[in-house]
């Protein structure tokens, strides 16, 4: 469900910024509730439930997109039935990122996966091997065009036309990274973009992560049974306020078990003296171990420097 917050806060002093702690904070129904909010949570729940059963179960779960060794022609798409039916494929096709139309007699089984790959030969060739084998019936392709390295757009369309699923991916935050040899300097080991769950929406950048390729197979690397709050298109207005203007800050909060509340917290700083939520590494440790982890900053954590408000649905 999407729930959009609206918080207000008057405050008076100098030219100042806004700084949002740890993103924002929200409450699900399932661990703590008040009637009225869980009475408008459960019906929206309820309604998204009746759409989803008109809709078919098929979801892209798997993004290949960047192979990272140029010699092998790997990339795919993977499709997963959730449902708990069999799909008649027959007439679908991608809309846009790429050109695929599946062919007469293509089904995808309830709780299966397929894959529609640039080259099939090679991701049989990559990922078939000893008692390994995937199964022909479920490489599909080849397709026309490249899925573009640093994101796009992918549709998929039913046999009348109508958008099934939907993919606005992007290489890079909020996004993961690929493109890569996992370790380094190990050739054909690059990694996908892979959907934590296939209940999760794909549409929201923080449910998927990068992992090795797992054509017709469960993401198990990445999966997450218990999926956290998003939080996305967060505004402020203005942006940076004067002297006693009031601020409206606005986003949209989703949960599987509902929103019931979001809270916001916030500081007052003067500009350009943020406090930063992690303390710097001293350039000869970068040196010796460019991976070094940056420490957290414990007065960014001091939750004294905070004030705390509710925002209104």
Same mark, same amino acid.
């Given at each position: 469900m999407s729930l959009l917050g609206y918080g207000r806060k008057h405050i008076c002093g100098s030219l100042f910024d806004i700084v949002c702690r740890r993103a924002l904070s929200l409450v699900s129904p399932a661990r703590e509730g008040a009637a009225a909010w869980c009475f408008r949570v459960a019906m929206v729940l309820v309604l998204l439930a009746l759409c989803a059963e008109a809709n078919a179960a098929v979801v892209i779960t798997e993004i290949h997109c960047n192979p990272d060794d140029e010699t092998e022609q790997v990339e795919f798409i993977e499709l997963h039935n959730s449902g708990a039916d069999a799909i008649d494929l027959?007439?679908? %096709?991608?809309? =846009?990122?790429? #050109?695929?139309?599946?062919?007469?007699? #293509?089904?995808?089984?309830?709780?299966? *996966?397929?894959?529609?790959?640039?080259?099939?030969? %090679?991701? %049989?060739?990559?990922? =078939?091997?000893?008692?390994? =084998?995937?199964?022909? $019936?479920?490489?599909? +392709?080849? *397709?026309? +065009?490249?899925? $573009?390295?640093?994101?796009?757009?992918? #549709?998929?369309?039913?046999?009348? +036309?109508?958008?099934?699923?939907?993919? $606005?991916?992007?290489?890079?935050?909020?996004?993961?990274?690929?493109? =890569?040899?996992?370790?380094r300097g190990t050739a054909g080991t690059g990694a996908s973009l892979q959907l934590v769950n296939p209940e999760a929406g794909n549409d929201v950048a923080s449910n998927w992560r990068s992992a090795a390729p797992s054509p017709l197979a469960p993401n198990s690397e990445v999966y997450r049974e218990n999926l956290p709050p998003y939080v996305g298109k967060v505004q402020c207005d203005p942006e940076q306020p004067l002297s006693g203007e009031s601020v409206t800050v606005t986003i949209e909060a989703t949960d599987a078990d509902g929103v019931i509340g979001v809270g916001l917290e916030y500081q007052v700083v003067l500009a350009g003296q943020y406090v930063p939520a992690r303390l710097p590494v001293a350039p000869s440790v970068l040196q010796s171990d460019p991976d070094t982890e940056p420490l957290k900053n414990p007065a960014y954590y001091n939750s004294t420097q905070w004030t705390q408000v509710f925002m209104m649905d």
């Open positions: 027959y007439g679908w %096709h991608f809309g =846009s990122g790429l #050109t695929y139309r599946f062919e007469f007699g #293509t089904r995808l089984p309830a709780g299966e *996966y397929l894959i529609v790959a640039e080259n099939p030969e %090679h991701i %049989h060739r990559k990922w =078939s091997a000893g008692r390994f =084998s995937l199964d022909r $019936d479920r490489v599909l +392709g080849p *397709y026309e +065009g490249r899925l $573009d390295n640093d994101g796009e757009r992918i #549709t998929l369309c039913n046999a009348e +036309g109508d958008l099934v699923d939907e993919v $606005d991916y992007a290489i890079g935050f909020p996004w993961p990274i690929v493109g =890569s040899p996992v370790p």
